[in-house]
């Protein structure tokens, strides 16, 4: 029964923590908010998405990832400096804060805020997990089909009411 298979097109539920080499846990979800996406469109890192494919409801898995199958290698000298009025006036910049940015042509862009200089923020293109190898412990709680909706959206609905995108 395909049903209750993490595949292509279908909404997985699951719990997950996320630990490092070292042990420390940078992420875990909860009982009560745990992660949903579509599987096969990209919501995931892609290691991650492919070590579920085949999972079933109750399933669970130790998955381990190097760099390249997550986040990527981290990449040095690629850090600048952007001034403080180059933003909104009441904005509160965070480490690690992921900030989209758009050149000239509108490509987006995701910066990661790694530090504060003299006149800004310092931001860089790599993630704050770049580099590391990533340990994940997942359980499948519930897989069924995508709505036709979700699918167009690229996301999961759930039971909340959305507007069109």
């Keep these: ?10 909404v997985v539920t699951l719990e997950y923590a996320l630990h490092l080499d070292d042990g420390e846990l940078v992420e875990e979800s909860t009982n009560t908010e745990p992660l949903e996406y579509i599987h096969g ?27 390249d199958e997550g986040y990527g290698e981290y990449q040095e000298g690629l850090d600048e400096e952007i001034p403080m009025d180059s ?17 000239d042509e509108g490509k987006e862009f995701t910066f990661y805020v790694t530090g504060f200089g003299e006149e800004g923020v310092i931001v860089s293109p790599n993630h704050p997990l770049a580099g590391e190898t990533l340990h994940f412990n997942v359980k499948v709680l519930d897989v069924h089909d995508a709505t036709d909706e979700e699918l167009a959206h690229g996301h999961v609905h759930g039971d909340e009411e959305y507007e069109d995108e």
């Design 1 to 10: 029964m395909m049903a209750n298979i993490v595949s292509d097109n279908k």
């Design 41 to 67: 469109i990209g919501q995931l890192i892609p290691g991650l998405e492919k070590s579920l494919a085949g999972m079933q409801v109750g399933e669970s898995r130790e998955v381990m990832l190097e760099a």
């Design 87 to 103: 933003f909104p006036e009441d904005f509160e910049p965070e480490i690690d804060m992921p900030l989209v940015m758009t050149d």
